[in-house]
């Protein structure tokens, strides 16, 4: 273990930028004598993610580069909706935030990762993950009448973009793209990338974490990475998650709408994996917008 600041200077050529003296300022005010106990951080973007302990206990530091607006969305988040799920245990609790200096300090949750275990595909996991959901979801509802155009718009720009999508396959997804006429849409506040990734389970209990991608989105847009990951071939985890989320899977999964949302997604995916050169992501967007402009053939 190393001290906060000091572990933040190292690992500088590592992680980008050390923190700001803001930052640094602010994490000793609220963890005075602060040490690091391990390196959460994916390396990707410029958002690192600390666990640390201090005062007999861990929590969680997340803090950003000047361009981050990730942190500014997860703040939201827990400031909002969120806290339906944190005060169920579902999900971390804010502890402490500074939206302008971007980060935050969450509450430590118990449970391992779902991803990579035997619990990304365990129906009775699938169906906690959908009473979570569900009450997000629940919180609030409101038309928007100008997301559907932003995020159409956004889609179109990923492919103007440096990407590996097969020619093709990417003149394909335009063509569908450019035919879909944006509309007004009911919005909810959304994860953004719900799915076993971000899902730790402890027993029985399920708890889901980094809101980084927060917002108020369609409902579809949450279930699209289920769609095209987990549920794959495996009906009854669509069908354990509905039964948890309390909806008809037909009603939502069998509509324009949702064709749509997974091609655009997956778009996005393929463009954005490619862009921070993360080979993984990058594959399962292609095999995504492969099977979507087949289906939709």
């Known amino acids: 273990m190393s001290e906060l600041h000091g572990f ?14 803001a930052q640094r300022d602010l994490l000793a005010e609220w963890l005075p004598g602060a040490v690091v106990v391990a390196d959460l951080s994916w390396g990707l973007v410029d958002s690192w993610v600390w666990r640390v302990r201090v005062g007999g206990r861990d929590v969680v530091v997340k803090a950003g580069g000047v361009g981050n607006r990730h942190l500014t969305r997860e703040i939201a988040g827990y400031r909002g909706a969120v806290a339906a799920l944190s005060g169920r245990d579902a999900a971390p609790r804010l502890l402490y935030a500074d939206e302008d200096e971007r980060i935050l300090v969450l509450s430590l949750l118990p449970g391992r990762l779902a991803l990579g275990s035997g619990a990304a595909t365990d129906p009775t996991v699938h ?3 959908g009473r979570i959901l569900r009450i997000l979801h629940s919180r609030t509802t409101h038309i928007d009448p100008r997301l559907d155009h932003h995020l159409h718009a956004k889609a179109l720009r990923w492919l103007e973009r440096p990407h590996h999508i097969p020619p093709q396959e990417a003149a394909h997804a335009r063509e569908i793209l450019e035919s879909y006429r944006p509309r007004p849409v009911e919005v909810v506040p959304s994860h953004g990338d719900y799915g076993p990734r971000n899902w730790l389970v ?18 579809e847009e949450d279930l699209v990475h289920l769609a095209t990951g987990p549920w ?3 009906p009854d985890l669509r069908e ?12 939502l999964l069998a509509t324009e709408r949702f064709r749509i949302t997974v091609v655009r997604e997956a778009v996005a995916m393929s463009a954005w994996a490619c862009k ?22």
């Open 232 to 234: 794959l071939g495996r």
């Open 276 to 297: 921070v050169g993360d080979e993984a992501f990058e594959r399962r967007g292609l095999r995504v917008l492969h099977a979507a402009l087949k289906c939709i053939e």
């Open 127 to 129: 169906d906690e993950a």
């Open 240 to 251: 354990a998650f509905f039964r948890g989320y309390g909806a008809d899977a037909g009603a």
């Open 202 to 219: 402890d027993g029985p209990h399920v708890r889901t974490f980094d809101f980084g991608r927060f917002g108020h989105r369609p409902v």
């Open 8 to 21: 933040s200077s190292a690992t500088q050529a590592v992680h980008g930028p050390r923190l700001s003296s």
